[in-house]
């Protein structure tokens, strides 16, 4: 009997298996993929800490674990350890037994604040997150996976059908939009023209912030009627309502605003490739000559490996949308030049987002 004991196969289709014989500290760390893949329990524990208000509590005064456990109506056994996980998350503070927010979560999480940004953290809690769960299902089948699965009812018509949690959503969309309608109107050369449009305005951000920082301007709210309270109580609060006005349409079926500029943020996105193209020509063909066009969404890269936002929102039009996908500057331009605009620039605006602007 032959008792030679053979070599390992260490041939070449085993090789990429082997562990390499470095020193730990040679090699490299799991630390980014761990964060990474454990990443939704810290998204989960602000998801929640927003739509229980806790940050709204905590603005109107500091409180100490038992009494803040007490106002949302949590167990015990959880409290503790939630309070402390938004402490090192960096969204809360603890000194001398109270919690406080931080300047930031104050500023954008606070309900009652008209910087309140936490309207799509609420939505994010209450159904997106639960379809992100199916996201393998998605990038298999290229199918929504909202309610529409299910044959449910859309979110989003059912939202709209009620006028109290519109006002609300809309007045959380309005926090989040205005870091980037402050950018839009200190860098476009507003001087050069005398009117615009925003369409799909919701609350109003967009013209409000562009009315108060150019006195010249004309505005219009461009939104379904059943918007025009909530965007009329907005621009009265603001006090631009002499120079902004609202005009009820859907930017597919009716005519858009002639204005010498208009502005789509965070639409084109929900639509196919098809839908896009209508939508620039469609804007294209209401421009005057010298009009302009603006752009604005978390445009992914053109080399589509940097803006991880851009494409991870492109990643929720799959849950979403039936065809609806992110783009780059790039692509934008391309369409905006096969739409007949002369002349198109991308310029980053703020955190993820970047505005492309075409001219007629």
Request: glycine letters at 10%; hydrophobic letters at 35%.
């Amino acid at each position: 009997m032959n008792t030679t004991l053979e070599k390992p196969d260490v041939s070449e289709k085993h090789q990429s298996s082997a562990i390499p014989q470095t020193s730990a500290s040679e090699q490299p760390s799991p630390q980014r993929i761990m964060q990474l893949g454990f990443g939704f329990m810290g998204s989960k524990t602000l998801l929640s800490a927003t739509e229980l208000g806790l940050f709204t509590i905590l603005a109107r005064g500091p409180r100490d674990g038992e009494t803040l456990r007490l106002e949302l109506g949590l167990h015990p056994r959880s409290a503790g350890d939630f309070f402390d996980t938004l402490v090192a998350l960096g969204l809360l503070d603890r000194r001398d037994g109270k919690y406080f927010n931080t300047p930031e979560a104050d500023f954008y999480l606070d309900r009652n604040k008209p910087s309140y940004a936490g309207g799509i953290l609420e939505m994010c809690s209450v159904r997106l997150y639960s379809y992100w769960g199916s996201f393998t299902e998605a990038l298999r089948t290229g199918l929504q996976q909202n309610e529409s699965k299910n044959n449910g009812k859309d979110f989003f018509a059912e939202l709209y059908r009620t006028p109290e949690k519109l006002e609300g959503f809309l007045k959380g969309m309005t926090g989040l939009s205005l870091p980037t309608a402050k950018a839009i109107a200190e860098k476009f050369p507003w001087k050069d023209y005398n009117s615009f449009a925003d369409v799909d305005a919701t609350q109003g951000t967009m013209p409000v912030e562009l009315a108060l920082a150019h006195p010249h301007l004309k505005g219009v709210g461009y939104d379904l009627p059943v918007v025009k309270p909530v965007f009329e109580k907005y621009i009265q609060s603001r006090g631009v309502a002499e120079r902004v006005r609202f005009q009820a349409g859907d930017f597919f079926k009716d005519a858009l605003p002639k204005t010498d500029v208009l502005v789509m943020g965070h639409i084109l996105h929900d639509w196919n490739l098809e839908q896009k193209k209508t939508l620039i020509r469609k804007v294209y063909d209401a421009l005057p000559e010298g009009g302009a066009f603006i752009v604005y969404e978390a445009l992914i890269d053109d080399d589509r490996r940097e803006n991880a936002m851009g494409l991870l929102m492109s990643l929720n039009m799959l849950i979403e949308t039936p065809g609806g996908f992110d783009y780059t500057g790039a692509d934008c331009q391309n369409w905006m030049r096969e739409a007949g605009f002369k002349k198109t620039r991308v310029e980053h605006l703020v955190g993820p987002d970047s505005m492309v602007v075409g001219i007629k």
